[in-house]
């Protein structure tokens, strides 16, 4: 420990502190720009400089050490002229037209402009004008404004991975820049607009919308992935206008994924259904709530007395909140036996009834960064999980080694120990593999399903990292749980957990995918099951299968042949195939719990009020439940809901309703495959009804048009290698779509997104596909 | 080479241009006996960092640093890698000496180059050399692969099991990759921008190894204090102030060029050996050290001797040993411009006071110099300067300080008579009377 004082008050900070630190620690502001705690230290904007006793000029606090028995003064004469002098000099070259700046009234040179500038300027030169960049959809480029203090340079080489910002040319002449001709895209863009102390790069979608001293903000929790980011919504005029993070170090540290952040354009968006609707002799027409209500709850009564509540099912999102899945639930149960489920992509059950508890990270969101090694099973860690792939990097940086088993090459932008790319039938054969070779290390016998594997060097590494000491974990991403064997690679990945010690973990679908499973909203038939068998009536809770199910073809012709469809989501879809659309709250118009992967339980409230006729979907849910004269809707409040669901759990679930551990379940065998396996991933803005609907996302790259991407050498031996445009058929159906020549799909694949319109006619997620050229 | 045989010359002794920088010629020179000597006798590093403290063998660089001191800061026991880096980056305006050690004695800083990876415990050494004149380089790289065939670089120099390469690397041209840590992101292949220090290259330099960064003609000075010990080396110079020192001279002399001259030597006879003041005219100033350092009036520099002590108590600098002399017919206010122009060009752009303020500085003295200058310019432009000295990430910023400060205060009558009447104080016409070079004296 070193003792320092700072302007007369004394404290102890650890070794390594700098003075910047220590002030932090007093509470004391010492000026500052390209100082950020998450950002490596660059000490040129010179704003923190302070007097340090004996140094014969001012430091920068940010970058100084502190010494044993320094003694430093930030407010001294020296001091402050100094901090006045840099502020005049950022100023100069700076256009004072604050009025007309996105930044105002949250800019920090105009806050410390206040404190630190002087009241006209002695610079009569002419003023620096730097050209505007076009950075992509998502960032707005002011670039005049520009203070050069590198923190979105630093953001995108140290937090996101990758250099998509630099200061190119030299002295006056530097400017902050992409290379040439390109944009920024990565998935955690957004947060340099946080960044940016002035007013270079602010948000496009929010530009010129409105000032924020007119915005209120509002707490809430992001349904876009399991995390359970922490948002701050701004509001005026009960419009959601804006989305920034609210610091979490635990969950999202000060960071949100783009997706969080400008999804809520699709709030505004002309998609919105604000009114009830009804199909009358093939027209829809527009109701008041009443009408529709006793519709619905009527087709219901009808179907479960004339078929049994057995052909009664109801389909959630995984991002639906705690209480609509609980009356969710409820109103299934009450209907004498009908289905309810959130697990739309999967379609392996296997683990049904089979698990210790409910799936989930095995692991508290912040013990990750803790972690001496990991391995990522089945995962588009980056676009599935933008914030958790952000902790994995930095956890990497200090030397975590992470490793990744998966069926997509693709960066991930951090270091990783190995990496094994294969196609999704090899996954149990480089499984078994791990567990070989984790069996051998360990000197024990391999269980009958992994005796016969062989054992690459990779899987040899792998299982080494997972065997040696310090905290270690493995992880099952998307790719595991929608995959036809998911039960089969479960039940290899839990012996190679048990043989190396390491911790089991999901990754997790959606927001409250593990609140759904806890609810009970996992119920009855699961969606296979509803969609394969005759499904008479199905109330779809945010959910749209069309893009969503497992299999979305099979998903639409099942809710067609249905005798009636009520959904129940804030935007206009299913018009094909419902007969009832109820417009329900998205998660800014409710009050609601999501559950997080970890366990966190987290409640928000409402920040804007329903748009139009829109009501919160656990009351619309409750006057159901009570119209059906059903028992056990009797709430006055989503907390009353949330503390019967919970069983009056608050901040953390209890422990014993998780557990990743399967008794019962046979490993996996590998599938000898024939042909051209499909790979299938959820692009990062196709994964959920919001930000399906965003148009400022649907403007990036992760947005493009899904093509069918190959491999250059399983293209040359399925001579496409120089095909432009291709046929895909599947056993289900067809679509045409450009080709495009990726090396980071495994070879025998042809990767084709889910969660298009385009590739939903091919119908399952995995299989294989038929390629030809047009 | 403008002096063709300098008695007094240790590091540019018996060399004949062009032909004698190959190795047999060097090594006729006595070259590589330094080398020789250490290995064969056993010298130990501590024996060696003695030695060069008893020399007062200062950093030839710009900052005088003494580099038996600097050289004692690397952690030499510790067995990680760490680096010697050599810069011949020599950017700063009126500095020309370093290119013709390289030129004509490359292999006097190899060797120097192998005595301190020998001392330092460093298997690897760089020379970065600026890309202004690219056959410097390409030279470079041949006395290299000279010494390496001879043996005295590579593995297991002379049969001693003493390992030690070395590396030629270029610049493109930036002034700014002259200070040691952005010549260190300049090599590691990163744009060249000054680290903030601490850490220091001593414990955090390339590669984020230990690395000691000298000047070219610092190195070169080592064989000679090896060969003749280091009270030798002072001797030549005075206290503090060991050695021969190379001063680059440009400006309104007869034979401007280079000279190695002992340190402590009157600047007057520096000027005399320069063949005095062109055309027999009045010096009016001087500035002594590359031009980051303070300028002096001729006269107080008259009674100086050229050594980092005696020009610091004047209130300048020795720097790199850049001396420009300037006559009467200078105007200071353009001078003044064209260095502001320099250092507002070279910043490196990433620190706000001299990205900011050598603009500004540059700006203020264009305006002056051509007619609109306000009254109150002067005060503002020294403020600025006081605004960008000292607070900076670098050196840089204080060398585009020190010139707007020293000039006003030693000239600043010649600025307010700018102000006032728009117009230059030396008449344009002696102004390009004193331009002109004169032919007879270019000859010798
Ligand atoms: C802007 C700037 C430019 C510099 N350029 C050079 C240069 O060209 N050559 C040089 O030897 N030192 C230069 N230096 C000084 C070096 O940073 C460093 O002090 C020197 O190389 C150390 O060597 P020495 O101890 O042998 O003098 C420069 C410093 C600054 C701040
Ligand atoms: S003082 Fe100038 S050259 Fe040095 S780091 Fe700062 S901006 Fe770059
Ligand atoms: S905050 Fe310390 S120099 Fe910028």
């Given at each position: 420990m070193l003792e320092i004082e700072i302007d007369g008050q004394k404290l102890e900070v650890p070794d390594g502190s700098t003075v910047m630190d220590a002030a932090n620690r007093l509470g004391l502001h010492i000026p500052h720009f390209?100082?950020?705690?998450k950002l490596s230290i660059?000490?040129?904007?010179?704003?923190c400089l302070v007097q340090v006793e004996r140094a014969p000029k001012p430091l920068p606090a940010c970058a100084t050490p502190v010494t044993n028995g320094m003694k430093v003064q930030t407010h001294s004469e020296q001091a402050v002229t100094a901090q006045k002098g840099v502020m005049e000099f950022l100023l100069i070259?700076?256009?004072?037209?604050c009025p007309i700046c996105?930044?105002?009234?949250?800019c920090q040179l105009q806050d410390l402009a206040v404190g630190y500038?002087?009241?006209?300027?002695?610079y009569q030169e002419e003023k620096r004008v730097v050209m505007n960049k076009n950075?992509?959809?998502l960032i707005s480029t002011?670039?005049?404004?520009?203070?050069?203090?590198?923190r979105c340079v630093r953001f995108g080489q140290e937090?996101?991975?990758?250099?998509?910002l630099g200061m190119a040319n030299?002295?006056?002449?530097?400017e902050i820049m992409t290379?040439?001709?390109?944009?920024?895209?990565?998935?955690?863009?957004?947060n340099m607009i946080d960044l940016c102390?002035?007013?270079?790069?602010?948000s496009k979608p929010f530009?010129?919308?409105?000032?924020?001293?007119?915005l209120s903000r509002r707490k809430t929790v992001s349904p876009?992935?399991?995390?359970g980011s922490n948002l701050i919504v701004q509001v005026k005029h009960d419009e959601v206008k804006r989305v920034l993070p609210l610091e979490n170090e635990d969950v999202n540290e000060c960071w949100i994924s783009d997706r969080d952040r400008f999804s809520y354009e699709a709030l505004n968006g002309?998609?919105?259904?604000t009114k009830p609707m009804i199909k009358q002799n093939g027209q829809w027409l527009e109701v008041d709530w009443q009408t529709a209500l006793e519709y619905a709850a009527s087709s219901l009564r009808r179907v479960t007395d004339e078929?049994?509540?057995?052909?009664v099912g109801m389909l959630a999102a995984p991002y639906a909140t705690v209480e609509e899945l609980y009356l969710g639930a409820q109103l299934m149960r009450g209907l004498g036996g009908g289905s309810i489920d959130t697990?739309?992509?999967?379609?392996?059950?296997?683990l049904d009834g089979k698990l210790s508890g409910t799936p989930w990270l095995g692991m508290k969101i912040a013990d990750v960064s803790k972690l001496n090694a990991a391995l990522v099973v089945g995962s588009f860690l980056r676009k599935d999980h933008p914030l958790l792939a952000q902790r994995l990097r930095q956890a990497a940086r200090r030397g975590t080694r992470v490793s990744a088993l998966g069926v997509s090459g693709e960066d991930w932008l951090m270091t990783t120990h190995a990496r094994v790319t294969v196609a999704p039938s090899q996954l149990a054969a480089e499984l078994a593999g791990l567990v070989k070779a984790a069996a051998d290390i360990r000197g024990v016998a391999a269980p009958a399903a992994a005796a016969s594997a062989s054992v690459s060097d990779a899987a040899r590494r792998i299982a080494q990292s997972l065997i040696d000491d310090g905290a270690r974990a493995i992880f099952l991403g998307a790719v595991v749980q929608q995959h036809a064997q998911a039960a089969g690679l479960h039940a290899l990945a839990q012996e190679l957990a048990r043989l190396t010690g390491a911790t089991l973990g999901y990754l997790g679908e959606g927001a409250n995918s593990v609140g759904a499973a806890v609810v009970g909203a996992?119920?009855?038939?699961n969606p296979q099951q509803m969609f394969a068998g005759d499904l008479r009536a199905c109330v779809l809770l945010h959910a749209e299968p069309e893009l969503d199910a497992a299999n979305p073809a099979a998903a639409v012709e099942a809710l067609k042949r249905a005798d009636t469809v009520i959904v129940m989501s804030?935007?206009?879809?299913g018009l094909d195939y419902a007969d009832c659309l109820l417009p329900v709250s998205p998660f800014t118009e409710t009050s609601g719990t999501f559950v997080s992967i970890e366990g966190r339980i987290q409640s928000f409230h409402a920040v804007?009020?329903?748009?139009?006729e829109t009501r919160p979907a656990w009351k619309v849910l409750r006057v159901l439940g009570s119209m059906l004269e059903?028992?056990?809707?009797?709430?006055?409040?989503s907390e009353q809901v949330r503390d019967e669901a919970l069983s009056?759990?608050?901040?953390?679930?209890?422990?014993?309703?998780?557990g990743n551990t399967a008794s019962d379940v046979a490993c996996a065998t590998p599938a000898a495959v024939e042909g051209l396996q499909r790979v299938a991933d959820f692009p990062i803005y196709r994964n959920d009804a919001l930000a399906r609907r965003a148009p400022a996302l649907a403007a990036t790259r992760d947005s493009a048009v899904p093509s069918a991407r190959i491999s250059t050498g399983t293209a040359q031996a399925a001579g496409l290698?120089?095909?432009?445009r291709v046929r895909v058929r599947s056993a289900a159906g067809a679509c045409e779509l450009d080709l495009t020549l990726d090396d980071t799909v495994p070879a025998s694949c042809v990767r084709v997104s889910a969660g298009w319109p385009q590739t939903a006619?091919?119908?399952?997620?995995s299989g294989t596909l038929n390629v030809e050229a047009v | 080479m403008n002096a063709p045989e300098n008695p007094q010359a240790i590091l540019l002794a018996g060399l004949d241009g062009d032909n004698t920088w190959g190795i047999e010629h060097y090594i006729k020179r006595g070259g590589y006996s330094a080398l020789r000597k250490i290995l064969e006798s056993g010298m130990t590093p501590e024996q060696i960092i003695a030695e060069v403290k008893k020399s007062d063998l200062r950093g030839?660089?710009?900052?005088?640093?003494?580099t038996g001191l600097k050289w004692s800061f690397?952690?030499?026991?510790?067995?990680m890698d760490k680096y010697v880096v050599c810069n011949?980056?020599?950017?700063?305006?009126?500095?020309?000496k370093d290119r013709d050690l390289l030129r004509y004695n490359p292999h006097l800083v190899i060797e120097g180059m192998a005595i301190a990876g020998y001392v330092m415990g460093c298997t690897r050494g760089y020379n970065y050399i600026h890309?202004?004149?690219f056959s410097l380089y390409q030279r470079f790289e041949e006395a290299l692969a000279e010494a390496r065939a001879a043996g005295f670089?590579?593995?297991n120099i002379l049969g001693k099991g003493f390992d030690f390469d070395l590396f030629a690397h270029h610049g493109w041209?930036?002034?700014?990759?002259?200070e040691e840590t952005a010549l260190l992101e300049s090599i590691e292949g990163k744009k060249g921008q000054p680290r903030f220090k601490p850490p220091f290259p001593a414990s955090h330099?390339?590669?984020?190894k230990p690395t000691t960064i000298n000047n070219t003609e610092t190195f070169a000075a080592i064989p000679w204090i090896i060969n003749n010990g280091g009270e030798a080396f002072q001797a030549l110079g005075k206290p503090n102030n060991g050695g021969t020192k190379i001063f680059s001279v440009s400006g309104h002399v007869n034979r401007p060029g280079v000279y190695e001259i002992p340190?402590?030597?009157p600047f007057s006879t520096l000027l005399e050996m320069c063949g005095g003041m062109r055309g027999g005219r009045k010096l009016k100033a001087v500035?002594?050290?590359?031009?980051?350092a303070p300028v002096l009036p001729g006269d107080i520099m008259m009674d100086c001797t050229m050594d980092y002590d005696s020009i610091s108590k004047a209130g300048s600098m020795l720097g790199s040993g850049a001396v420009i002399v300037m006559d009467e017919t200078t105007c200071m206010v353009k001078s003044l411009e064209r260095l502001s122009y320099f250092y507002h060009e070279e910043s490196?752009?990433?620190?706000?006071p001299c990205r900011e303020g050598t603009g500004w500085l540059y700006r203020m003295v264009h305006r002056i110099e051509h007619g609109?200058?306000?009254?109150?310019d002067l005060d503002t432009l020294d403020n600025v300067a006081s605004n960008i000295a000292g607070r900076t990430i670098c050196a840089l910023g204080d060398a585009a300080a020190f010139p707007v400060k020293s000039f006003i205060k030693h000239f600043r009558s010649e600025f307010e008579y700018h102000v006032e009447?728009?117009?230059?104080?030396?008449p344009v016409d002696v102004q390009r009377e004193g331009s002109r070079i004169y032919v007879e004296h270019a000859a010798c």
């Open positions: 390209c100082y950020h705690k660059a000490a040129n904007c010179r704003m070259n700076h256009p004072l037209d996105d930044q105002g009234g949250e500038g002087a009241s006209s300027s002695r950075l992509g959809p002011d670039m005049t404004r520009c203070i050069h203090c590198t937090i996101a991975g990758v250099m998509e030299r002295g006056e002449h530097s290379f040439v001709g390109h944009t920024v895209d990565s998935e955690l863009s957004g102390p002035v007013g270079a790069l602010t530009r010129y919308s409105a000032r924020t001293w007119e876009h992935d399991s995390l002309e998609e919105r259904l078929h049994g509540a057995g052909k697990r739309l992509r999967q379609s392996d059950f296997g996992q119920t009855g038939l804030p935007f206009k879809t804007v009020r329903p748009k139009g059903l028992g056990g809707f009797r709430f006055d409040s009056g759990a608050t901040g953390w679930l209890p422990e014993y309703k998780l290698a120089t095909a432009k006619p091919l119908g399952a997620l | 030839r660089g710009g900052a005088g640093f003494p690397m952690p030499r026991q510790f067995p011949s980056d020599e950017g700063e305006p009126g500095t020309f890309g202004e004149i670089i590579g593995k041209g930036a002034y700014i990759c002259g330099g390339l590669y984020g340190l402590g030597t500035i002594p050290g590359g031009s980051s490196c752009g990433q620190c706000t609109q200058g306000r009254p109150d009447h728009k117009h230059c104080l030396v």
